[in-house]
């Protein structure tokens, strides 16, 4: 379910193709730049629930999902 969720966050206008790595933590992103940035593709990941490289998910969002996909511990740092 988190995969799924973190793809389908990651699946906005401009962007071909999202898949997460459960083993790296990694999100590989096929996208159009001049149709999406990056930036716009983490903050719907974050918005999700999901920390990213450059945003940290929402404290309520990411407290409402389900406890087996806690990964922070004490610091923001998915990877």
């Not at 401009?14 to 790296?24: D, I, L, P, S, Y």
């Amino acid at each position: 379910m988190c995969k799924d969720r973190i793809e389908n966050a990651a699946l906005i206008k401009g962007v071909k193709k999202a898949r997460w790595n459960k083993k790296t933590h990694n999100l590989l992103v096929v996208y159009k730049p001049e149709k999406v940035t990056m930036e716009a593709i983490e903050k719907e990941v974050a918005k999700a629930g999901h920390d990213t490289e450059h945003f940290a998910a929402d404290e309520k969002v990411y407290n409402s999902l389900p406890e087996c996909y806690a990964y922070r511990s004490g610091t923001v740092d998915p990877h």
